[in-house]
C-alpha cells in the first residue's frame, strides 16, 4: 500500500498465504487498480507465471525460511532484477561478508556469484512489536548480467557447498566425495581445477579458498592441469 502511493512502481504484486490475511489485505488494496493480490506460497511461487518480467522483490521475509526464499529467488534469476530484502543480521552478515572472514560461507559465495549483494542499513529489534530477540537487516542483491546459466551455477555450488561442509580440511579432502575421481586425489583435484576456471573469473579464483589451507590445497590441486580435465556431471 505504502509503494503504491509512492508510485514507485508501474505494476505491484504482492504475495500472501494466509487466508484469513488475504480477504483482509483484498479489502484493504481493493481501491488501487495496480496492485494485484497472488494468493499463494512464496517458497513456490514462480516468477514466470506472474506476466512480463523481470522483477524487482522487496519483503521483510519469515526469518525460518528465509535462507531457502532467497535461493529460490535466485533459482529464477533470468526473471529477477533484484531483490530488496530483510534478514536476520546475522544471515545478512553472512550473506554480505567477503572472503577470509569467519562469516564467509555457501550463501557469501553463491549470492555474490549471481548478484551484486550491497547491506543497506540495520533494523534494531526495537522498531518491532512485540519486539525479537535479534536485530535485523536490509540487503541488496542485484542479479549480474549477463545471468549466471545454470549449468555454471550448479557446478559451483556442488563445489562450494563440499569445500565448505569441512572446512578443516584441504579441499583435495573435503571434495573427494563430491567430485568424479574419488578415491584418486590426481583425478579429483584436475576435476576441481576444471570447475573453478569453468565458473569463476581469473580475480575471483582464490577467494574460494582465502582461508587458509583449502588456498594452498587448489594451488597444489593445479599441479593436475596439464592433463585433460575430467567431467563434472
Known sequence: ?????????????????????????????????????????????QLEGLGQGPFSVVGNLPYNISSPLLFHLLDQRQWLRAATLMFQKEVANRICSGPGSKQYGVPSVLCQYVARVNHCFTVPRGCFFPSPRVDSAVIRLEI???????????????????????????????????????????????TLVGVLLAVAPARQRLHVGAAGRPRHALARGAAHARRPLAPVP
Open 1 to 45: 500500500e505504502a509503494l503504491a502511493s509512492l508510485e514507485l512502481a508501474g505494476r505491484i504484486i504482492a504475495v500472501e498465504r494466509d487466508r484469513d490475511l488475504v480477504k483482509v489485505l483484498r479489502q484493504r488494496l481493493d481501491h488501487l487498480a495496480r496492485v494485484e493480490l497472488v494468493e499463494d506460497n512464496a517458497l513456490t511461487l
Open 144 to 190: 549480474k548480467q549477463p545471468v549466471v546459466s545454470e549449468v555454471d551455477y550448479a557446478r559451483l555450488a556442488r563445489v562450494v557447498k563440499a569445500g565448505f561442509s569441512a572446512r578443516r580440511k584441504t579441499l583435495r579432502k573435503a571434495l573427494s566425495g563430491a567430485l568424479p575421481g574419488q578415491g584418486h586425489p590426481g583425478l579429483a583435484s584436475q
